[in-house]
């Protein structure tokens, strides 16, 4: 557990996603406590998160409040328990409350539906789906959805823990995807992560995510807070640095996408992640675990589309499937 400014305490609970291996639980710990994110729904989660506030000397059962970043089953799965040992107030962004609503599974079997229109092979489709931490994780999004989740949205404040926090939102991870601000500390989520580059995947065609997500890197350099809280690993020194530091990444991604797309013509976004070059361990396509690949083509689709929203790429359809070309 480490102790930051303001009564603020980071309680690393570990996830069996290899690739993270833990999220932050953030204790606000002045006044009557609440917490920021709750962690996933597992055993050894649990354990953690009620070790932490042991060690912080509060009782689960007067936690007076959860707000989760967003909807993923890392940050927010754990939340049912904690409601089961108290009655914490439940806060989530207004757009991932209406995922939730909306039904978790819907939305990953759309997302899927997408990229098999994209090109991908269906076996593979189905593969992902099977694998897929939400997927697996339903039953706590049940157990979240029977409870009583109130939206937060752009510019409400929130009194939690001795801290006054402004809600911003800041789609692009997630459609509802939200940062809360207060006293120059800024929870950044999984928006800006300290050395990894968060995911971003298209999950509807009409949609831009990172074109939003763009947009929301753009208004925490505006920001420029003191201190980062982030989703995953340490604090942000300067989170307004790592923020432009994601969008140039992105960028670039952008123009070498352009001209994969002048060298080699149209591509779906299956082909053009079977193209692109990813910071993996894996040598080939065919080692790609199902995680893996629903990211690389989520990623890849996410910058095509934003291509086409910027008016250099115009999309169209090949063989039944979607595909874009460079303008
Ligand atoms: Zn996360």
């Known amino acids: 557990m480490e102790r930051l400014p303001s009564g603020i305490l980071r309680v690393e609970v570990p996830l069996p996603i290899e690739s993270l291996g833990s ?22 989660a649990a354990r953690q998160l ?11 059962c007067d936690l007076a409040g959860v707000v989760v970043t967003h909807f993923h089953v890392d940050h927010m799965t754990l939340a049912p328990v904690l409601a089961e040992l108290g009655s914490p107030r439940l806060l989530i962004g207004r757009g991932d409350l209406a995922v939730l609503e909306s039904g978790v599974e819907d939305f ?37 959805l ?8 752009e510019g409400d404040l929130l009194r939690a823990g001795g801290l006054e926090l402004r809600v911003v939102e800041a789609p692009g991870h997630t459609p509802g995807h939200i940062l809360l601000y207060g006293d120059g500390l800024l929870f950044t989520g999984d928006t800006v992560l300290p ?10 065609v009409d949609e831009d995510p990172l074109g939003s997500y763009l947009e929301s890197l753009k208004r925490v350099e505006a920001m420029a807070p003191a201190l980062g809280l982030p989703g995953h690993r340490g604090v942000l020194r300067d989170p307004a640095a790592r923020a432009r530091e994601i969008r140039e990444h992105h960028e670039k991604r952008l123009r070498g996408l352009h ?14 992640a079977r193209l692109m070059r990813w910071r993996t361990r894996y040598s080939s396509w065919d080692e790609y ?23 250099q790429a115009e999309r169209l359809e090949r063989d039944g499937l979607l595909a874009w070309r460079a303008l």
């Open 146 to 153: 029977e409870l009583d989740w109130r939206p937060l949205g």
């Open 195 to 204: 050395g990894i580059t968060p995911h971003v995947v298209l999950h509807g």
């Open 289 to 311: 675990p199902p995680a893996e690949r629903f990211f690389a083509v989520g990623e890849a689709l996410a910058h095509l589309r934003h291509l086409e929203a910027r008016g």
């Open 23 to 44: 999220v932050n639980v953030y204790v606000l710990s002045d006044g009557e406590p609440w917490l920021v994110d709750a962690g996933i729904y597992t055993a050894r």
């Open 259 to 272: 001209e994969l797309l002048q060298r080699r013509g149209p591509l779906t976004g299956y082909e053009a």
């Open 108 to 144: 990953i079997d759309r997302v899927l539906e997408l990229y098999t229109w994209s090109g991908m092979p269906r076996e593979e489709a189905e593969k992902i789906r099977r694998h897929h931490p939400a997927v697996r994780m339903m039953e706590a999004y049940r157990e979240a």
């Open 50 to 60: 009620l070790r932490g506030l042991r060690e912080a000397g509060i009782r689960p």
